[in-house]
């Protein structure tokens, strides 16, 4: 009966986090409108189109979705045809955008659709998934979301291995208080400007994989 009675209330609780997901959701965007417009223009007359930044990542489960932001970087590449490193195509009001977080704003959409929750752990790039071990992939049992734990705990400022420790801890320890407590230190973060990028990264490094990490060591 008490296992019963635990799995009816994370049940519960999940649903309840599903349906704060959408209110929250809705209410920000309608609230920040005028904002998201202001953006959108000065993006449009600063870099020029598209306005939004738009890429397949990985959800729940693995499975994969088109993940939205505010562009903030050119399409510049060098005489090759290949795109410039992201710190020489990181504009101005790009910036600006990822200092104060305004470039995440689109993923509202995202948590609309069901893609996305409003806390989770961060969705990756999809050439990442093969470079897991089990234990990191366990970040793909829940949603992602647009901010998580590694969010208020040091963000792109950490190593990829203390990340994904979060994340699995995140998944292993969610509850609604936890996600309530990490919503208050985002906001707190986030007018910290705190761990916006790795030092002599635009965000930071890409993530090698534990088996390209060990070959490097050798």
Known sequence: MKNKSNHFLYWLSRLIKSLTDIVVAIITLIALSPIMLGVAIAIFTQIGRPILFAQPRPGKDGKI?????????????DAQGNLLPDEQRLTPIGQFLRRTSLDELPQLWNVLRGDMSIVGPRPLLVKYLDRYTPEQARRHEVKPGITGLAQVNGRNALSWEERFKLDVWYVDHWSLWLDLKILGLTVWKVLQREGINQQGYATCEEFKGQKNQDQAVT
């Not at 939205?68 to 050119?74: A, D, G, I, V």
């Open 65 to 77: 979705f088109n993940f939205y932001k505010f562009r903030s970087m050119t399409n510049d590449c």
